[in-house]
């Protein structure tokens, strides 16, 4: 049986979405954050020594890393599916929008959210100097870096509906978070209608709505 590692409001739902597509049986084991750092807890490092989300366990067989456990189930159970054939365009498109999501993608999300809530942790006296230099910095390198791979992700979508043809594959459940998450913090406002499209159509889908309902609360649904 496949267990799904899954800590709260995390990437770890695209695992699930992932496994419903897949229509494989697993076990969800939920994990809180902490309620103050908002980290996973300590009970996560006996699953994997750096304690992170997600991680799989299949049999005797540990995959932490997003991309690498879509790499593995759908290379062990996919049989052909979401994934294009090799020496194809598609194919090429897939690999590469697999491994941008957390290669390109994320970190300038992630910094993003840490300078934004830098003011929020430091003590009174420091809210000023810290929110000061979090705005300098979304000015003079996050914003404008966060705004190319938005346009790039929208142009992407220009002449498929999904990021590698047009039909989904790993690749958009990898590309979901990002996506998301950039919705969720009001990136996506403007002219992105291929972007608010590809998130309306994976929200339709009945194998992500069951991953949502296995996952429990999720704040970028």
């Known amino acids: 049986m496949i267990v799904v590692h899954h800590l709260e409001a995390s990437r770890s739902q695209r695992v699930l979405w992932l496994l419903e597509e897949l229509g494989l049986e697993y076990e969800v ?18 699953v994997h020594p750096l ?16 991309g690498a456990i879509v790499e593995y189930l759908i290379g062990t159970y996919g049989k052909g599916r979401l994934i294009p054939p090799e020496g194809t365009d598609e194919r090429r498109r897939y690999t590469y929008w697999l ?44 914003d404008p870096n966060l705004g190319a791979n938005i346009r790039f992700w929208e142009d992407a979508l220009a002449n498929s509906a999904w990021f590698a043809g047009d039909a989904p594959t790993g690749a958009d459940i990898m590309m979901s978070f990002p996506i998301e ?41």
């Open 29 to 46: 084991q939920r994990y809180d954050r902490d309620r103050k750092t908002r980290l996973a807890p300590p009970s996560l490092r006996a």
């Open 51 to 66: 304690g992170k989300s997600p991680v799989i366990t299949d049999g005797g067989i540990t995959v932490a890393e997003t």
């Open 99 to 142: 491994h941008h999501a957390e290669g390109s993608a994320m970190p300038f999300l992630v910094m993003k959210l840490v300078f934004d809530e830098m003011p929020k942790q430091a003590p009174f006296v420091l809210k000023p100097l810290m929110r000061a230099i979090g705005n300098k910095v979304g000015d003079a390198f996050l």
């Open 181 to 221: 998450a950039a919705n969720t913090r009001g990136l996506l406002r403007g002219n992105y209608p291929r972007l608010n499209a590809f998130l309306a159509a994976i929200h339709a889908r009945p194998a992500w709505q069951r991953a949502l309902e296995r996952g429990g609360p999720y704040p970028f649904a």
